[in-house]
C-alpha cells in the first residue's frame, strides 16, 4: 500500500515538475487575469451593458477562460505523452496505467484549484483598485455560491473530457465535443428542457446537470430543470466518478 503511495506521490510530482516548467502554464494565468481586468475596464466604460456587481459576482466572468484551460489541458496531458514516446517510459517504470492516468486527473483538480483561487484573489484586487463596487454581504455569499456551482459543472466537462482523450487521438476531436457540450445547457436549453418535461427520468441527464449555476443564482430554473439544489451536488460527483472510470478502463486496456 505504502508502495503504491509513494508511486503516486512521484508521478503526481514529475506532471507538476512538467507542466510548471512550461511557459504555457502561467502565460494562461497571466491571460486569465487580464481578461478579467478587461471586463473591469468594460464595466467602468459601459456600466449601462456591463454591470459592476453582476461582473464582481460571476468573478469577472473568470471561469468562461478557466474551463477553456482546463479543457485544453485535459484533452493535451495525455497526447503529449504519446507525442514524445514517455508513455512507454512510464509504463516500463513499473508504474500501473490506473496511476499514470489519476495522476494527471490529480495534477488537473490541482491546477483547477489553482485558478479558481487565483480568481477569487483578483477579483477582490480588481474591486478594490478599479470597480469600486459597493459589497453586500449578500453579495459575498452570491459570489463564492457561484464559484462552488462553477467548480463543479467545470468537472463535470473536465472529466468527460478526460474519458474523450483516453478515447481519441486527436485532442482537437476532444476540445470541440467538450465545448460544444460545456455551451449546449444554454443553446439547447428550450429543447432540452422540452424533452425532460416529457419524461422525468431525463432530468438527470448531465447536460442538465450544468445548469447548476443557472439555478443557484434564479430558483425560478427549477421549475425548468426539474432538480433541486441538492441534486445537483449528488448528481455531478456521480458522473464524475462514472467519467472517469470508464476513462481509465479505456485507457489502462489501450496501453496494454
Known amino acids: 500500500m505504502r508502495s503504491r503511495r509513494v508511486k503516486m506521490l512521484y508521478l503526481i510530482k514529475q506532471e507538476m515538475f512538467k507542466n510548471y ?16 481586468l478587461s471586463m473591469a475596464i468594460l464595466s ?15 468573478n469577472y466572468n473568470a471561469t468562461l477562460w478557466i474551463v477553456f484551460v482546463l479543457i485544453f489541458m485535459a484533452s493535451n496531458i495525455f497526447l503529449n505523452e504519446y ?5 512507454k517510459l512510464l509504463i516500463s517504470k513499473e508504474f500501473s496505467r490506473t496511476q499514470i492516468y489519476f495522476s494527471k486527473v490529480i495534477f488537473v483538480f490541482i491546477q483547477s484549484v489553482v485558478l479558481y483561487l487565483l480568481a477569487i484573489i483578483m477579483t477582490f484586487i480588481i474591486n478594490f483598485v478599479f470597480t469600486r463596487v459597493a459589497i453586500t454581504s449578500a453579495d459575498m455569499k452570491s459570489l ?7 467548480f463543479f459543472s467545470t468537472w463535470l466537462i473536465v ?3 478526460f474519458l474523450l482523450a483516453s478515447i481519441f487521438r486527436s485532442s482537437g476531436l476532444s476540445i470541440t ?7 449546449s445547457a444554454s443553446i439547447a436549453s428550450n429543447l432540452m428542457f422540452m424533452v425532460i418535461a416529457s419524461n422525468k427520468l431525463l432530468r438527470f441527464n448531465p447536460i442538465n446537470m ?5 439555478q443557484s443564482g434564479d430558483s425560478s430554473y427549477s421549475h425548468l430543470t426539474l432538480l433541486p439544489m441538492y441534486a ?4 455531478i460527483p456521480i458522473y464524475v466518478f462514472i467519467f472517469m472510470l470508464i476513462g481509465n478502463y479505456i485507457f489502462v486496456q489501450r496501453n496494454k
Open 210 to 214: 450544468l445548469n447548476i449555476t443557472n
Open 83 to 87: 507525442k514524445y514516446g514517455t508513455i
Open 232 to 235: 445537483y451536488f449528488i448528481g
Open 144 to 150: 463564492f455560491t457561484n464559484i462552488v456551482c462553477e
Open 21 to 36: 516548467h512550461k511557459k504555457s502554464t502561467f502565460i494562461s494565468m497571466i491571460i486569465q487575469v487580464l481578461f478579467m
Open 177 to 183: 465535443i467538450s465545448i460544444i457540450l460545456y455551451f
Open 159 to 161: 472529466s468527460l473530457c
Open 44 to 58: 467602468l466604460k459601459y456600466s449601462n451593458v456591463f454591470k459592476g456587481k453582476s461582473l464582481f459576482i460571476e
